[in-house]
Nanobody, 111 residues
Framework: QVQLVESGGGLVQTGGSLRLSCAAS????????MNWYRQAPGKQRELVAR???????NYADSVKGRFTISRDNAKKTVYLQMNSLKPEDTAVYYC?????WGRGTQVTVSS
């Protein structure tokens, strides 16, 4: 059974930082692309960042230079380091791989 469990969300002020984690089980973690998506109220879910099995990365333009995705294959965990947070980063952040989704973790950035 595949499970993706996010953690690390919370409330932070503008300019602050958070690190999200997504622990995976039930998949051969090291061979799959891992993705972070987010969905703000009233908006469509959007891709924030992805990391491939060769550790190459892609980012949404809105987070380039502020967010960093990384992975620890031994721990079967993918991370999203978020710096210089803005109110528009407020959303539920989801981990996704293959066609599996986590339940999400709320990130709220106060102005």
């Amino acid at each position: 059974q595949v499970q993706l469990v996010e953690s690390g969300g919370g409330l932070v002020q503008t300019g602050g930082s958070l690190r999200l984690s997504c622990a995976a089980s039930g998949i051969t973690f090291s061979i799959y692309t891992m993705n972070w998506y987010r969905q703000a109220p009233g908006k469509q879910r959007e891709l924030v960042a992805r990391i491939l099995n060769d550790r190459s990365t892609n980012y949404a333009d809105s987070v380039k230079g502020r967010f960093t995705i990384s992975r620890d294959n031994a721990k079967k965990t993918v991370y999203l380091q978020m710096n210089s947070l803005k109110p528009e980063d407020t959303a539920v952040y989801y981990c996704m791989s293959i066609n599996y989704w986590g339940r999400g973790t709320q990130v709220t950035v106060s102005s």
